[in-house]
């Protein structure tokens, strides 16, 4: 779960309750999910659960396989479910946002309902940014491979043999269940009669994945021994592709003659520019979605898209151009149209922290000072700081006229936990100060200002600022 | 698929939330269930337990995001058309709408859609409406 992403703390920085709660059991037989323990930190969504067996309804997580393969994707949370750890609860593919959960608002706890909010001022930036990477149903990913490659191995089969013991002596209690309440005299339904007579549950064959995952290869020349089913497999790997029929591979024997991975920059432009050839003609036709008719066309292409070509296996292992990279690093470097009344809000690579003041009345002789902080994504301020930091903590004062007073304490940004030092607070994106004010009976609020100073040092993952401060003039309304 | 707990990959908790009075001026148009007809896509339920929830959904949507932003308009599922997400800047997906008419031309848009290929504004879809709105249109977030 990315604590950091803005859909935990823009606007509402959200104070995440989290909890250890059993490891779901599915989760033990992903290899990502074998070494998480019994228990691990959760973040309660919803107030009851489908399994509370108040008939909530169920949600839905996507499997991760592929879902990063592209850069128009963003995995935000897993979720307890019947998939593995890394399948997305919530996340984002181009202008849509999944939100996984099923139940109602009247059934979130109040922190879901912040992130909830969050959430959808989040996918309110990505207004026109259409997915780059369509998704073809029915295409397996590589990866695949490597999970028939380990079950082949001793230690991956005994772990399987191991999780079909779990499952026939699941399937034998259930059976005894059902005999009990035969004895007792109960109905049962067909579908537990069909249970009653069904064959105990065995472990597959130790090749027995291998063989169903690429049918069309000689297993008589490579025989019965996982060694050679294993070298097989590896040797393959790099040159698998959809075979056309649902989650079907096949090894592409054109791409293996060239010696070169289909996933590979080098295939690419190695086929793109030599499209005169037919082989090559081939290979162009199924790995990419182009179709120019000449050599010359087809180099430029190559030349053209150099840096912003990726290979998508969930696209049905296609070549594509990321055409929304100029546009989502825009989007990145937050250049974007602040409100009118903050016009100076638009950090720049130069200048990663921009802000801008404004003092709202609030009636009865009070106001309201409102300073606004934008920070460029990949920077942060500092929120919190141990002792003897060297770094400069965000901070804000004012220097009021004279009839205007303090009438609280200020509100500041409260950020989140650094990732490495959990001991420090970043700020990031969007934040604000605020701090209540009263005025005096005499006070003329006519031609008045208000100066404000904000203290801070910006840095990202390599490098800092400078510290520094940055003093405003804020007129007081009147 | 089914989901009870968003799973943590950190212990580290946050700092207090932040109060955000002002509601913001995002407009919001929210495809919820009707009461009277919900389109359920589990009949995992015991059908008063379904009547109720779904009786209650898209009021209590409706309010939440009401709390929070300055425009909220409500449409049933059966009435949305794509060409209302144009006129606000996020369409909340509660619901699946109607399928568009199946074009005569090209593969992927002959897959039975709610929303056209081209579909471009924001939209955020509760639980299984990612699989049956985003599926037909090459979403990654789908059933599988």
Redesign the interface.
Known sequence: MRVDHPIFNTPHDVDLTIAPQPTPPSYASYPEGRDLGQTMPMWRVQTEGYQDGTGQPIGMVSRDAGFLDSPDVEWISSGASMKGPNAVAIGRHGNFFHWGFASSPTYLTDEAKLVLVNAIHYIARFDGCTPVARKVQGARIRSTVDSVIENLTDEGYARLALLYDGYRADGEKRKDEIRARIDAGEDISDGERRLLDAEPLKAPGRLDGAKRLLPSADWNAIGEDPAEAIRYLESIKPYLYPAGDWYALDVDEEARELGLANDDPAFLARIATTADEERSKRLLARYTEEAFESAEQWKAWHEENAARFFFSEAAGYKWLVDTRADERARRARGEYEPPAELEDLRPTERAPLAWDARIERRGDGTYEFIARVEILPGWHAYGSLPPNSPYKPLDASLELPDGLQPAGNWSKPAGHPAPADPGVLHVTGSSEFRRALKATEDFDPEGATVRCTLGFQVCDESMCMRPTSKTKSVPLPH | ????????????????????STK?D?R?LLVGHDPDAPR???P???DE??RD?YA??TD??R???RA??ETVEVVFGGAYEPSMSDDV??T?FDCVPDRLPVPKTGE?DARPSCLPH???????????N??LI??P????????
């Open positions: 698929m089914k989901l009870l707990l968003a799973g943590l990959f950190t212990l580290a908790p946050v700092a207090a939330a932040q109060d955000a913001s995002l919001i359920i896509t589990f995992d339920m015991g337990r379904s929830l209650e959904r209590a949507f309010d939440l995001l929070h932003f800047d996020v909340l992927l081209d579909f471009s504004r924001p939209a955020l879809m509760i639980a299984e990612s699989s985003g599926e249109l090459g979403s990654k977030l789908d059933w599988l």
